[in-house]
């Protein structure tokens, strides 16, 4: 008799699934009629609403794009493009997919023009920038980066997107600062910041000991364990951006992307970066 209870309880629950489907479908079509209203205040009320159901919308969405009315069928579409943004970590940092925690140790290697190094994270260094290069890498973040200012004997830096796109929605996603709990020795890794609270996805590692960093509030959350010969190949000889050096500048690197840093052919890039077991 004990067997039968789930098998006597699956109706029910198939019932109730089923139900909470079709409450979702009715509110669907519901705020897709207010998406028809003259009333501004309804229509953004409505569209907000159906941003927030996401997924389940689609359906009902889609359709609706293919309506013959012109402004109603724009609204529906430019309504399914933010849904689909939003879908996408790498143009949503706010998304639930950017949030998991790292494991409390974890190592990545990049595979770049110049060969391939690996990258040994431990939290407890820094557990917030550990997150954050986490989920960075989970989702390809800095695939097909260059090493855009590589400084001999100072840092190799990393960490601006090539598609525009991506890296303005990631130029103020700011994570809070770690405490510095080791030190910039050579070949660790570290946030780069402009100040306070202002990490978002630029990292550098030492080439030397850098240790004044450490008074500067630079946290290493990792450290280079195989492959530094690699790291010390990077192309140098552009040096810092101007007015200083011959190196892009960061500013049009995040408004213009890769198409700017074609005029730096020498440049060494990301070719994949991966999580290993």
């Known amino acids: 008799m004990i067997r039968l209870i789930p098998l006597l309880a699956l109706p029910l629950a198939l019932a109730g699934l089923l139900e909470a489907q079709e409450d979702v479908a009715r509110t669907v079509r519901e705020l897709l009629r207010k998406l028809r209203s003259d009333q501004i205040e309804e229509r953004d009320a409505a569209q907000t609403k159906l941003k927030e159901i996401g997924e389940p919308a689609l359906p009902d969405l889609i359709k609706a794009a293919q309506d013959e009315d012109v402004d109603y069928s724009s609204r529906v579409r430019a309504l399914l493009k933010g849904i689909a943004r939003d879908a996408d970590p790498l143009l949503n940092p706010a998304a639930p997919a950017m ?11 990049l595979t770049t023009s110049q060969g391939a190094f690996t990258i040994k994270v431990t939290r407890s260094w820094a557990p917030l920038g550990a997150d954050r290069f986490y989920n960075l890498v989970r989702h390809g973040f800095y695939n097909d980066c260059r090493f855009f200012r590589v400084i001999a004997g100072f840092v190799s830096q990393f960490g601006l997107h090539g598609d525009p796109k991506i ?28 100040g306070a609270n202002s990490r978002t996805t630029q990292v550098f590692i030492n080439l030397k000991d850098n240790t004044r960093l450490d ?4 946290a290493p959350f990792g450290e280079v364990v195989e492959g530094m010969e690699v790291v010390r190949r990077l192309y140098a000889d552009y040096g810092e951006g101007p007015p200083t050096g011959h190196g892009p500048q960061q500013g049009r690197i995040q408004s213009e992307g890769n198409p700017y840093l074609a005029e730096f052919p020498k440049l060494d890039v990301i070719r994949t970066s991966e999580l290993l077991d």
């Open 99 to 109: 949030a998991k925690p790292a494991p409390e140790e974890y190592k990545v290697r």
């Open 167 to 194: 890296a303005a929605v990631w130029k103020n996603a700011t994570i809070q600062d770690d405490p510095v709990k080791d030190s910039n020795k050579a070949g660790r890794i570290t946030f780069a910041t402009r």
């Open 215 to 218: 008074t500067q509030g630079f």
